[in-house]
């Protein structure tokens, strides 16, 4: 497309659609064309055909989901979960992609032990029909201080955990690095040791969820070498919120900055 930016093509950019819904799917599509991003993260199955209509690629499918708090955690809506994503998953491998987004849920004074134990029995009757229409369920990493209250999930050690209790690769975590950042801590050192464990990233700025540029404390550039490094080949979306009154200005910012 004429006018597209040219990338260094180490990391595959997207961005998240419900960070700037104030544009139309249309022209969020035609901005991100002319950025150099080649995905659009979080949307379901309504909005595909426009996607595809700018040759643009679904990086994580969403809307088998009940809720972020209403997950696997919790066997009363497993039933209903294992409805929702039977019916998904042939629907995202139908449309030529690969990601589906899940959650863990709150944990409603749950432990850790039969938290996992909950998510292992809820997802493994769903990773055989993944991994038979090649996809990849994948457990996004939430922080539980700020922004999701008593989510679950929201410990790296603990999504991998629970992806080796179910022992498919057709299960990963998305490393919210702006989650992370909040809750845990030490992003590079996190990256490197659970590389294997990792098929997508989001990004945001610390504090506040906005812009990812030199006015938090997040270096992203030296995140993003570390995650060309690890040799991953998904895609590395901005979820970040724009503060700044030119919000496709600080995307464009945002995908240069992490564009390595």
């Known amino acids: 497309m004429v006018g597209q930016s040219i990338m260094k093509g180490n990391i595959r950019h997207s961005v998240c659609r419900w960070c700037f819904s104030e544009l139309s799917l249309d022209e969020l599509c035609r901005e991100a064309l002319t950025i150099g991003i080649s995905a659009i993260d979080l949307v379901g199955p309504a909005d595909w055909a426009t996607l595809k209509q700018y040759g643009l690629y679904s990086s994580m499918c969403n809307g088998a989901e009940i809720s972020l708090t209403e997950g696997f955690n919790h066997v009363e809506y497993h039933n209903e979960l294992i409805k929702r994503y039977t019916e998904m998953i042939p629907l995202v491998a139908k449309a030529g992609y690969k990601n589906l987004i899940c959650f863990s849920g709150n944990r ?3 432990d850790d032990e039969t938290g996992l134990k909950n998510c292992a029995l809820g997802l493994k009757p769903l990773l055989s029909l993944a991994e038979k229409y090649g996809v990849t369920l994948v457990m996004e990493l939430l922080n539980a201080r700020v922004d999701h209250p008593d989510y679950h999930c929201n410990s790296s050690a603990w999504g991998v955990a629970l992806i080796d209790a179910c022992s498919s690769s057709h299960l990963k975590l998305l490393y919210d690095i702006y989650h992370m950042q909040v809750d ?10 659970y590389k294997d464990y990792i098929g997508h990233y989001h990004t945001a700025g610390v504090p506040g969820r906005h ?9 992203y550039p030296a995140i993003m070498r570390a995650i060309r490094d690890t040799g991953f080949s998904g895609f590395v979306a901005q979820e970040f919120v724009p503060a700044n009154a030119n919000k496709l200005n600080s995307l464009k910012q945002a995908i240069s900055i992490c564009d390595v």
């Open 108 to 110: 409603n004074e749950m």
């Open 184 to 193: 845990e801590g030490n992003v590079i050192s996190t990256i490197r040791k």
């Open 211 to 219: 812009e990812i540029d030199e006015t938090q404390e997040l270096n």
